[in-house]
T-cell receptor, first 114, second 118 residues
Framework: AQSVSQHNHHVILSEAASLELGCNYS??????LFWYVQYPGQHLQLLLK??????LVKGIKGFEAEFIKSKFSFNLRKPSVQWSDTAEYFC????????????FGTGTRLTVIP | GAVVSQHPSRVICKSGTSVKIECRSL??????MFWYRQFPKKSLMLMAT?????????EQGVEKDKFLINHASLTLSTLTVTSAHPEDSSFYIC??????????????FGPGTRLTVL
């Protein structure tokens, strides 16, 4: 079975600090990888995704993530966070061999202090 | 765009009653929709896959007789929590799958429904 781990439960940063949120998954086959963001009171939105090709993917709002196959990781990064980045961030995995289901990590709450 | 709505956004009901939650894809057709449940400080847990015109596929541990899913049209799926109990209180989120070709069809999420059972 697939599982997704996000080790950082709550991260607090000051504006302009750099961000890296960890995501590891357990699945031996080919996967699609996603990061979703949930701003306070809003629904889940896709931040970025990796299907194949360049393992460094760029998403919206200056976010990027790097797929490292050997480490089963897909960490999210942003060089300089803003107060408006305060949100909950979810990593998700879809196994190509299975149905179109998404398996989510437990989420990381990011609080950016102005 | 790809917008998914849910109704109601919040519902409070008495124990033993049934509650219906609607999930609609507003600007695209979705043969497949998904229902998730989100516990406080926990991840989204997939409950079931809703397929238009056929029976839903439930994840292990989810009672299909308690969580009734109906996907009667290409834009509407409903989740009915039957004989609700306080432990059913949770945040229920749906997503709708938009066909895009390739090996994966992106899911678009609704805003969620907060269910509180007294």
């Amino acid at each position: 079975a697939q599982s997704v781990s996000q080790h950082n439960h709550h991260v607090i940063l000051s504006e302009a600090a750099s961000l890296e949120l960890g995501c590891n998954y357990s699945y031996g086959g080919t996967v699609n990888l996603f990061w979703y963001v949930q701003y306070p009171g809003q629904h889940l939105q896709l931040l970025l995704k990796y299907f194949s090709g360049d393992p460094l993917v760029k998403g919206i709002k200056g976010f990027e993530a790097e797929f490292i196959k050997s480490k089963f990781s897909f960490n999210l990064r942003k060089p300089s966070v803003q107060w408006s980045d305060t949100a909950e961030y979810f990593c998700a995995v879809n196994a190509l061999a299975g149905a179109n289901n998404l398996f989510f990590g437990t989420g990381t709450r990011l609080t950016v202090i102005p | 765009g790809a917008v998914v709505s849910q109704h109601p956004s919040r519902v409070i009901c008495k124990s033993g009653t049934s509650v219906k939650i609607e999930c609609r894809s507003l600007d695209f057709q979705a043969t497949t929709m998904f229902w998730y449940r989100q516990f406080p400080k926990k991840s989204l847990m997939l409950m079931a896959t809703s397929n238009e015109g056929s029976k839903a596929t439930y994840e292990q541990g989810v009672e299909k007789d308690k969580f009734l899913i109906n996907h009667a049209s290409l834009t509407l799926s409903t989740l009915t929590v039957t004989s609700a109990h306080p432990e059913d209180s949770s945040f229920y989120i749906c997503s709708a799958e938009k066909l895009a070709g390739g090996n994966y069809n992106e899911q678009f999420f609704g805003p969620g429904t907060r269910l509180t059972v007294l």
